[in-house]
């Protein structure tokens, strides 16, 4: 799934935004939300997010500065401006800069969905251009490092742009060997070995779920929850308690 961050000072339009459509469902990950230009600039720098969805008018800095500040930090995020009518001249102003496209105030369910259906596409397209390019460039050697080095660090608070530092890496470059190797990103890799390890865990020792959470590297107790259930189609305890009575021995065979 193609991360997504959204930002915007008003807090009702980023919670409209979150619940208008099923992003998971369009292929895009739930997304991550930053309540001014600064905070967005910062986060874009650490994950490096494929889709960035900005509110034009922000309090420190505004949409079109942090379109020229994403143009440098992260060239390969994909732009969509929020604007007003009021502000249209802004968003052609913003067309000229590379911005992807723009949605006006209040963002329609079919308009959303449009914009991030091309979208999709140009980050697909932009994705296999990069993986050929990559699997030419990049040693197999060296991406087995890579995932070598993910297997000894996913129970921490990894990150794409410190794994990217420590290889001599753009994120962004690094991003595309993962998804070339295992076809996930790097957030879906993580998650996919975190819930893994959790669940041998849960089959193969009684610490609290509580613990296990921890062991595997999560910090917040509902987002494991959602994520396992997510993944396993239940909770962990409901995992645990399902494997006991499988392997309990049936009392008409004794």
Not at 18 to 25: H, P, S, T, V, Y
Not at 157 to 184: F, H, M, W
Request: net charge neutral.
């Amino acid at each position: 799934m193609y991360q997504v961050l959204i930002a915007d000072d008003e807090p009702w339009a980023v919670y409209r935004l979150q619940k208008l459509i099923d992003w998971e469902k369009n292929g895009f990950a739930l997304p991550q939300t930053a309540a001014d230009g600064l905070s967005a600039l910062e986060i874009i720098r650490k994950e490096q997010p494929e889709l960035l969805l900005s509110d034009i008018r922000m309090p420190g800095l505004d949409g079109l500065k942090l379109v020229r500040e994403v143009n440098q930090v992260s060239p390969y995020t994909t732009v969509i401006l929020i604007t007003g009518f009021s502000e249209f001249s802004y968003a052609q102003e913003a067309l000229r800069q590379g911005v992807f496209d723009y949605l006006v105030k209040p963002v329609k369910k079919e308009d959303l969905l449009a914009v991030l259906s091309r979208a999709a596409a140009r980050l697909e397209e932009n994705s296999s251009r990069s993986a050929a390019q990559a699997a030419s460039a990049y040693p197999s050697t060296q991406t087995g490092r890579i995932m070598k080095m993910i297997d000894e660090n996913f129970t921490q608070d990894l990150r794409l742009s410190d794994l990217a530092d420590q290889l001599y890496l753009t994120a962004q470059y690094l991003s595309v060997l993962i998804k070339k190797e295992t076809g996930l990103t790097f957030s879906e890799l993580v998650i996919r070995k975190r819930i893994g390890l959790a669940k041998k865990l849960l089959l193969e020792t009684e610490r609290p779920i509580q613990d296990i959470m921890e062991q595997v590297g999560y910090r917040d107790y509902s987002c494991f929850i959602r994520l396992f259930k997510k993944h396993e189609g239940c909770t962990p305890y409901t995992y645990r308690k399902n494997a006991a009575r499988q392997a309990a021995p049936d009392p008409d065979r004794i």
